[in-house]
């Protein structure tokens, strides 16, 4: 099993930047496909964004696309998603996710994430 923990949220204001980390633990982080959701109040659990184990690549819902960009550091066994832009509607308690692939199920939007960190709040002002 692999143990993951989020951090970097906070308050900013409505055009303003985040990043970001999802530190892992227990495995080899090499082995999973990380994933960044969020969840609004009174919303459903949303997908973000998802990055590869290896190879670089990363896949995003439409909603994000072109100010989220999603990123992972093997070495340090540690991903992350860069927010810019951001407005309002981003405020939401948002949570990395891991699971062993495959990248095309993940691609599908069929993925099912085995592990989950605790989640880290994000409150962006207008």
């Known amino acids: 099993q692999v143990q993951l923990v989020e951090s970097g949220g906070g308050a900013v204001q409505a055009g303003g930047s985040l990043r970001l980390s999802c530190a892992a633990s227990?495995?080899?982080?090499?082995?999973?496909?990380v994933a960044w959701f969020r969840q609004a109040p009174g919303k459903e659990r949303e997908f973000m964004a998802a990055?590869?184990?290896?190879?670089?690549?990363?896949h995003y819902a439409d909603s994000v696309k072109g100010r989220f960009t999603i990123s992972r550091d093997n070495a340090e066994s540690t991903a992350y998603l860069q927010m810019n832009s951001l407005n309002p509607e981003d405020t939401a308690v948002y949570y990395c996710?891991?699971?062993?692939?495959?990248?095309?199920?993940?691609?599908?939007?069929?993925?099912?994430?085995?592990?989950w960190g605790q989640g880290t709040q994000v409150t962006v002002s207008s």
């Open positions: 996710a891991a699971d062993m692939g495959p990248w095309s199920v993940v691609v599908d939007g069929l993925g099912s994430w085995e592990y």
């Open positions: 227990g495995r080899t982080f090499s082995d999973y496909v």
């Open positions: 990055v590869s184990k290896k190879f670089g690549l990363s």
